[in-house]
């Protein structure tokens, strides 16, 4: 496999988009096994095309591509999204109440990792960080912060995300899970 065929880019065509939605078919916590969730890792959130065309009104999705499939994928949204998702409402309202380095988060400026996936052929090659540094070039200098949360069962992206630098700042239960939010200052990256 050569990893330098893989294209990191924001999403220019709805045929990205449903790359986005059929990767995330294949990862999502329902549709895998037990070990594989433990093992791997897992998505939890659904999204619809339509939601994922909003999501493009307010900020670029970026993706893996390799041989015209999307292999890899970053959302990304903005506070201006935060209704679009019903699920996401208690992360968002979290954030409005939680400090970072003693501010409240709300009062930086941050993008939100809305979900992150690697196909399960392209995982442990470096693809998520080269999408998190494609999204981090985007934003850099609009942006403070990337905030993502991760469900608390989900334990290789809770190492993927610390060893691509982000810190667990809050954990918080809904009426389901666990999760834990987790920031990448990017001030000094």
């Not at 095309?49 to 493009?56: A, G, P, R």
């Not at 850099?140 to 608390?152: P, Q, R, V, W």
């Amino acid at each position: 496999m050569d990893f330098n065929a893989i294209t990191n880019t924001p999403t220019t065509s709805i045929n990205h988009l449903r790359g986005i939605l059929q990767l995330q078919q294949k990862n999502l916590a329902q549709n895998i096994t037990p070990q594989e969730k433990e093992e791997q890792g897992f998505v939890t959130v659904v999204h619809t095309i339509e939601q994922l065309k909003k999501f493009v009104q307010h900020a670029p999705q970026f993706v893996a591509i390799h041989q015209r499939e999307v292999v890899g994928y970053i959302l990304s949204m903005t506070s201006n999204s935060k209704k679009d998702i019903p699920v996401l409402v208690s992360m968002f309202e979290t954030l409005e109440k939680i400090q970072y380095e003693e501010i409240i988060l709300a009062k930086y400026r941050y993008i939100v990792c809305g979900q992150a996936c690697v196909a399960k052929y392209y995982r442990g090659q470096g693809l998520l960080k080269r999408l998190y540094y494609c999204m981090r070039d985007e934003w850099k200098g609009l942006y403070d912060l990337c905030i993502t949360e991760i469900e608390a069962g989900n334990v290789r992206s809770l190492k993927a995300h610390k060893n691509l630098g982000f810190k667990r700042i809050h954990t918080y239960t809904d009426d389901k899970n666990t999760w834990h939010i987790v920031v990448w200052d990017w001030r000094n990256t």
